[in-house]
């Protein structure tokens, strides 16, 4: 057996659309997709030799009468007590195979009240229709409408029956013709009890109507004038009916126009899908607040200014630094322990305070941000100044959620209330593995800049200069020993004149040193600087990669929302 989305490729498309759909699409438009496509089904499981066709209308429009004229054999009866029609009639047209054939169809349409008529004279062209007489679409008695409205939904073709004193009846317009503006195809319509009216007046009442009709969408629907009465138009009408019978297509025909019908429903609550994207500068704001970009720039200048002013050092100094550094650990070893834990409590607060600051609400964390700042900062000098390694950098996700519901937020108010849920839910929950992605993307970052060659250089140049000095001051002090003692003086070769080396090499040493020390302070500045730079731009492509890496889940999601608009307008 032939699936029914071979017969009608729209139906795939209507598949695909209720997949993309589930948990974004209104419920009422879901079961309108669900509901069609079981109806579709089930429809075209059945006989497709059959063109089931709807008789329609209000009280007292005529429909067993034209019926009646139709077929020329009294099926439905006709009378004066209203509603007349209280269950659905249906006659089957053709052979007895025909006939047998056509039992699962009725039996779907929940028909019991079943003619069989053969195809011969008047309806020797009506072979394999099925005419349904239905109950009063303004009946009093519910049961009648509902019934009515069952069939009108199943059926193949539909022939709405006006009577002239009723055909501009609201019921009709506003609850059925209004849904009915893509089933022009399939829909004809019969200004009924024509005779009762003039020719001027029949001809005003058809122009009317037809006005109505085409403002409702329907223009293209067939209108006739007839009349049971004096047989007005009902062999033409007959003629047209027998024309879609032989083709088959209606049952096709109803379908796509079912499909169209709910499909501009839900393109209507739908954007384009150039309209839903996700707002990356908001991403990358809210990651740079997360990870407190200014701090951290700040922190790499300032450990590039104390890495280099440490390397610059007077060598002198760095060596007495470290032996008094020994001595006292030697001889105070407890307190040498509680300086180094207060250090790391130093270092602790910078990154406690940037992550208590980050993790306060957006508006809280914008009123406290200069003090914050300033603490913040003094922890940070406090780390530096110690010497120890850089803290690891943390992330804050409270402004990660926040930041990406903002980035969604216009995309949202666009989507359908459910999909609007769905992928604001989906940016709270991706704020944990973008916070785990910028971890691991900060951890490569080098905030520590590697030994630069100058540092080297001039520390070499220092040495030399302090090493002359401490060869003129030992020159002066062994001169001064053997003077002491009355020893032969050491000879002491002259610059000029009185002025002798070893003063000359240790204030000169001494001096030299001083100035390269305050020379290296700008070169320090203008590297920090840079080497700020140089992590800020490597922070941004860092920040990209963590991007990409971390919103999979709500990247996956936009791309369900664009496929389900595409798919609306590709079905179009």
Known sequence: MVSPTHRLPELADLETLAVLGEGRLETAHLEQLHALLERAEQRLARSQAHTVIALAGGTGSGKSSLLNALLGETCSKPGVRRPTTDHAVAVVIGDEQSVETAQPLLDWLQVFDRHALPAAGLRADLEGAIFLDLPDIDSLVTAHWESADRLIDRCDLLLWVFDPLKYAHAVAHR??????????????????????????????????????????????????????????????????????????????????????????????????????????????????????????????????QQLGQTAVRSPTLRLLGRGLQRTWQRLWPGRSAQQHSATAAAADGLGSSQGDQQTRGAGAQRSAQAPAAGASGSARRAHVQSGAAPAAPRVAEAPLQWGLSEAIDATAQRLPGPAAQRLRRVARQSADPLARALRRSLAELPITPRPRGWWRGLSALRALAEGAALLGLGWLIARSIGEWLVLPPLPVPMVAGELGWPPVLLFGGITLSMVLGWAARPGLRRG?????????????????????????????????????????????
């Open 175 to 304: 609850d059925y013709f209004v849904q009915l503006a893509h089933h022009a195809e399939i829909l004809l319509v019969a200004l009924n009890h024509a005779d009762q009216l003039a020719v001027a007046d029949q001809q005003t009442c058809q122009a009317h109507l037809q006005q109505l009709l085409t403002e409702h969408g329907l223009g293209a629907a067939q209108l006739r004038l007839t009349s049971a009465a004096d047989g007005l138009g009902i062999a033409p009408l007959r003629d047209a009916l027998a024309r879609e019978v032989a083709s088959r297509q209606a049952p096709l025909q109803r379908l796509t126009a079912d499909i169209t019908s709910v499909r501009e429903q839900i393109a209507a609550t739908l954007p384009a899908a150039e309209d839903l994207f996700l707002d990356e500068e908001a991403v990358v704001s809210a990651a740079r607040q997360a990870v407190g970009l200014h701090d951290l720039l700040a922190s790499a200048a300032e450990r590039y």
């Open 528 to 572: 920090g600087r840079r080497h700020q730079l140089r992590i800020e731009r490597e922070l941004k492509v860092q920040l990209q990669r963590a991007s990409a890496e971390g919103l999979l889940l709500l990247q996956e999601e936009l791309e369900q929302c664009q496929r389900l608009a595409r798919q609306v307008e590709h079905s179009r």
